[in-house]
């Protein structure tokens, strides 16, 4: 049987804004003590102060490995146990690959596979003491490719499949691991996406209900049910379950539609390259202002 959120002690890294704030404030109204992990500490520190005296925010870069087994180590003494892990963290850019910055192409990469595997390096250890569970946080994208996301779509595979991978290898220790999907949510990233208008046409050629951006509350109470169950797999929004069985058939697919709909933007893509340089919203610039001070110090 598995413990009640309210005897809980629960990580949310990418917890400064979106998604990892509002789980850390649904966790906390149920009772969990939970810890906020991210890159922007004033954010992080008024997300702690609306969940409450048990809550409490730690700053750390998800691809710090050393960072976050420190941070690990000091939440564990704080709390005496860690439950439950959500890594979260995550940023994306948008456009064609050749367009694209290589740099900023690979620190997608680098922040939502790699340090999702530095997220799980560093607190398997206090999952293993406490028999807990490890929620990945995966997408829509792994599920089916999408023209002009292929950092986005190749990270959120990854993780995907790193936590399936991952599953059989702790459970033994009797670690659960999980996986949770979302399509468009209103958030800072899908927001700042969809400034860009070229993204924007594009995504709206999507099919129904892929075009849709739903809203952030209900897909966080459903994440935070599937935390509530330790799920293996949890659906933010309840379509997503129904693309399991045809994910097979989407790539053939989105190759032919997308392609057609990559060539008439072609000329608008090309025009407005420079624009989709870094990753996008709020989040993605708190990853590159923190990666500039890194390289800077």
């Known amino acids: 049987m598995n413990p009640p959120l309210s005897s809980q002690v629960v990580v949310v890294t990418g917890a400064a804004r979106g998604i990892g704030a509002l789980m850390a404030r649904k966790l906390s109204a149920q009772g969990a003590k939970v810890a906020l992990v991210g890159l922007e500490p004033a954010e992080l520190k008024a997300v702690a102060a609306e969940c409450g005296e048990h809550a409490s925010a730690w700053e750390a870069d998800v691809t710090d490995l050393d960072a976050l087994a420190t941070v690990a180590a000091a939440i564990k003494d704080r709390y005496g146990r860690i439950d439950t892990v959500v890594a979260n963290a995550g940023i994306a850019i948008g456009g064609p690959l050749q367009d694209s910055d290589p ?51 190749a990270s959120k595979a990854g993780v995907e499949s790193f936590a ?57 109470d459903r994440l935070v049910a599937g935390i509530g169950r330790r799920s293996a797999h949890v659906y933010a929004q309840a379509w997503l379950r129904g693309m399991q069985p045809v994910r097979w058939l989407l790539p053939s697919l989105i190759a032919a539609v997308g392609a057609r709909d990559v060539a ?34």
């Open 103 to 153: 740099r900023m192409f690979s620190r997608v990469i680098e922040v939502n596979l790699l340090g999702s595997v530095a997220t799980a390096r560093a607190f398997l250890p206090a999952l293993a003491e406490s028999r807990g569970y490890l929620l990945q946080i995966a997408s829509l994208a792994a599920i089916t490719p999408a023209p002009l996301m292929s950092a986005y779509c």
């Open 164 to 220: 399936h991978a991952l599953r059989a290898e702790v459970a033994y220790q009797g670690v659960k691991v999980g996986v949770g999907y979302l399509s468009w949510t209103d958030t800072d990233m899908v927001r700042g996406a969809d400034e860009d208008t070229v993204l924007r046409q594009m995504r709206s050629k999507l099919p129904w209900p892929a075009n849709k951006t739903y809203p952030l509350e209900p897909a966080v």
């Open 264 to 297: 008439k933007l072609a000329p608008e893509l090309k025009a407005t390259a420079a624009t989709r340089l870094k990753p996008v919203g709020a989040g993605g610039a708190a990853d590159v202002s923190a990666s500039r001070t890194t390289a800077e110090g």
